[in-house]
């Protein structure tokens, strides 16, 4: 059981990063309602493992922890089909308010998320996860190197190739 002053702690450390690991598992399993189940999940091990953080940088450790629940579940579904975010109303782009000057601004600017969110979808996980801690969340390449447990050129190397991976198939959208 935590004790206040390290419940304190926790919400003052861990919890100002909950946006991040957010993204990081909605981006690796494009599934908004396994995204809040996984990182539920994360928060919960970070709670019963918070009396042993020692580590220097709080946002790298909840998102080791929550990629390491994101390939979990991943693993535990592998004989499955991974469905992509749907089109429909509940979708978090249809939520969000739109500051595009006209409805054919908002048209190709749908039309570009949905071509990004194709490309991202076809893209290998292990690319995928490190072009979005790095262009998403902005982390280092030691940072990411620390969350994967890749060392930081296969971390470069990683990046180099979701970028050309991305070049072809959004030629036109940029």
Same mark, same amino acid.
């Given at each position: ?29 494009? !599934?908004?309602?396994?995204?809040? !189940? ?48 749907? !089109? ?28 990004? !969110? ?57």
């Amino acid at each position: 059981m935590m004790t206040r002053r390290e419940l304190s702690e926790f919400e003052t450390l861990v919890m100002p990063h909950l946006d991040a690991a957010h993204n990081l598992a909605r981006w690796l399993l494009r !599934d908004p309602i396994v995204t809040e !189940d996984v990182v539920q999940t994360a928060i919960v091990r970070a709670l019963t493992y918070f009396s042993g953080f020692r580590a220097e940088n709080p946002r790298a450790w909840l998102l080791q922890i929550v990629r390491n629940a994101a390939h979990g579940w991943l693993a535990d579904q592998s004989g499955k089909r991974h469905q992509p975010w749907p !089109d429909g109303e509940d979708d978090e782009r249809d939520q969000l308010p739109d500051p595009s000057p006209g409805p054919e601004a908002e048209a190709a600017g749908r039309e570009a998320l949905g071509r990004l !969110d194709e490309v991202l979808a076809t893209m290998p996980i292990d690319l995928r996860e490190c072009l979005i801690l790095r262009e998403v969340e902005d982390l280092s390449y030691r940072e990411i190197a620390e969350i994967t447990g890749a060392p930081i050129g296969t971390v470069m190397s990683r990046l180099w190739r979701a970028r050309q991976w991305m070049m072809p198939r959004m030629e036109g959208m940029l």
